[in-house]
């Protein structure tokens, strides 16, 4: 076929002076010896175009400029709930209960818009002509919006005139929120990374095994829609102008700052206190343990030693895990205590002083005679191995991850013909390299799944599986009772301070060089920043050192009080 449309193009190339010419899928001429690319195209003839036949019939009266399809009212609320619904549907669809959303994610959502201020009360905040918020306190509106609880709050969450519409936004109150007057109330304003927030609080009030290190991983893969989560929207609903500071999403927030946002809501909402999460839920450290410690790799001999030091430093109280206004106030960060209470534990069993963890892995080597002991040493080189290739192909993934949109947001008019223009441009880069490369540019999501790491004799495992390997190397038998061989513990200044980043940055080449490994293991694994678990191993360590030092205290004043009356 490109042989009837090159027959007539005789010109040698100017690379290589071969003349043998074919047709790109693009239309355009390349050598088929040295690849070079020419700016002559295919020429398209249309043979029902006949010269001097076409004229005009009929000249049109109506105005040049092209009207834009507006399409109908809406607010900022009832994007945010479509966004908090498609994510919803989505955790249905990998395992949470329909619960989760009908009885809890809904409520609070309701919660909220109350309030806030922005349905569901006798006096709604709406949008007023200057960009701020004017308090409206029509009895019959609200009345309206609460009996329409059933519908998707578009009646309790639309308010405004035609008047009101802004020709730089598509929805009637963006302008509002951008304003200075509604950043004053930081606590009460929609944003996407709020929407995961109320998504966490949602699952914990649930209690789903389902923690925010799973949320963010599940977000950041794709399984949960979260960037540009707005194309679901209904085409009824424009983006223009001052939606895309609002909806466009440009990076995936942190563990820390959706656990912000969540406490923020806590406090705001003044909820009641949660569903107790006991030891038979499988957010409990006592069993959040287990997955992690198969995660890792680690034996299973450790979990009762973990369950030893949860007592003693009394963290096995479910009060401790349950969200109360009074009793306790602040969300537990279910992931990151667990992670801490492993890593004290390997502490206090190996040492990782950078001398006592290789001391006993060489010692029980030399008394593992049936190759069942737990070494530190091999537990190492099979981890880090597994570490390294999986901290690469993250950082492909990354690398390949398509952040572009389908559908454009532009925060100005005058912005949008460059906006389009860019993306023409990077369209046809995209396709370039997929021809060069042969393989395709965007990475297709694969099965989620809650574990980082395969461990097995299967040829696609991470390697080989230690959970079945004893600790006998590291614990002796003192007066019928098991106890570590390691006998000195180490810790830095048990101090709190709020600024964790700020201390762990000071400490941190003073640590031993296995204890931070250890922590950027598990900070892989929770995609946490090492600066947050290092503080919550602090408070670990601080709540077994003062529990130990009040039972000491305890025992002390008995005697004390037992010699005074004798």
């Known amino acids: 076929m490109d042989e009837e449309h090159t027959a007539g193009y005789k010109e040698p190339c100017s690379v290589c002076s071969a003349v043998d010419w074919g047709i790109s899928d693009e239309g355009r001429f390349y050598c088929r010896s040295c690849h070079n690319v020419i700016e002559r195209t295919k020429e398209v003839v249309d043979p029902t175009f006949n010269p001097g036949t076409n004229r005009v019939t009929t000249i049109g009266r109506g105005p040049r400029t092209k009207t834009l399809e507006r399409g109908r009212q809406w607010v900022l609320c009832e994007g945010f709930q479509f966004i908090l619904r498609n994510q919803a549907d989505a955790l249905i669809r990998l395992g949470v209960s329909p619960r989760f959303k009908d009885e809890v994610l809904c409520e609070l959502w309701r919660i909220f818009l109350q309030k806030s201020g922005q349905a569901y009360a006798s006096t709604l905040m709406r949008p007023s002509r200057r960009g701020g918020r004017g308090p409206d306190t029509d009895s019959d509106s609200a009345a309206e919006s609460t009996a329409n609880a059933s519908e998707t709050d578009r009646d309790s969450c639309n308010a405004g005139s035609a008047s009101d519409w802004s020709t730089f936004s598509g929805s009637l109150d963006a302008v509002s929120y951008l304003s200075g007057d509604m950043r004053t109330t930081q606590h009460s304003l929609l944003s996407m990374k709020r929407t995961l927030a109320l998504i966490h609080m ?6 789903e095994p389902l923690t925010l290190s799973d949320l963010l991983r599940l977000v950041n893969e794709g399984h949960v829609p979260y960037v540009n989560a707005y194309q679901e929207l209904p085409d009824e609903m424009k983006l223009e102008g001052k939606d895309a500071l609002l909806f466009r999403v440009q990076s995936i927030p942190s563990h820390g700052v959706v656990h912000s946002d969540a406490q923020e809501l806590v406090l705001f909402l003044q909820l009641p206190a949660f569903p107790p999460i006991s030891r038979q839920s499988l957010l409990h450290p006592a069993l959040l343990s287990l997955r992690y410690l198969m995660d890792a790799n680690l034996p299973d001999e450790l979990h009762p030693w973990v369950c030893r030091l949860m007592e003693r430093a009394g963290m096995a109280d479910q009060t401790l895990h349950t969200v109360h206004l009074k009793s306790c106030p ?4 279910y992931d990151v205590q667990t992670a ?5 534990t390997m502490k206090l069993l190996f040492g990782l002083d950078d001398h006592t963890e290789w001391e006993l892995s060489h010692e029980a080597c030399d008394q593992d005679d049936t190759a069942t002991m737990f070494s530190l040493r091999r537990w190492f080189r099979v981890v880090q191995a597994a570490l390294t290739r999986a901290q690469h192909r993250r950082k492909h993934q990354v690398a390949r991850k398509q952040w572009a949109p389908q559908k454009l947001l532009h925060p100005a008019s005058q912005k949008k013909s460059v906006v389009l223009k860019t993306k023409r441009v990077a369209e046809q880069v995209q396709v370039c390299f997929e021809k060069l490369s042969g393989h395709p540019v965007s990475v297709q999501p694969g099965d989620p799944s809650s574990f980082r790491f395969f461990w097995g004799v299967e040829d696609s495992a991470d390697g080989p599986s230690l959970h079945h390997k ?7 038998l003192k007066d019928g009772v098991l106890t570590p061989s390691n006998c000195t513990y180490w810790h830095p200044a048990l101090r709190s301070s709020r600024r964790c980043s700020r201390l762990y940055s000071d400490v941190e080449a003073t640590l ?8 950027q293991l598990f900070c892989f694994l929770l995609e946490v920043k090492p600066a947050d678990l290092f503080q919550e191993v602090l408070r670990v360590e ?3 050192v003062n529990g130990n030092s009040r039972k000491r205290s305890r025992k ?3 005697r004390s009080r037992s010699k005074i009356k004798t």
């Open 340 to 344: 801490a209470l492993i890593i004290v």
């Open 202 to 207: 949602s699952l914990v009030w649930s209690r």
């Open 330 to 333: 602040s969300l537990p960060r």
């Open 470 to 476: 004893k600790l006998d190397g590291v614990l002796t």
């Open 556 to 558: 002390a004043r008995s």
């Open 512 to 519: 031993p060089r296995t204890f931070v490994w250890l922590l």
């Open 542 to 544: 601080a709540r077994v």
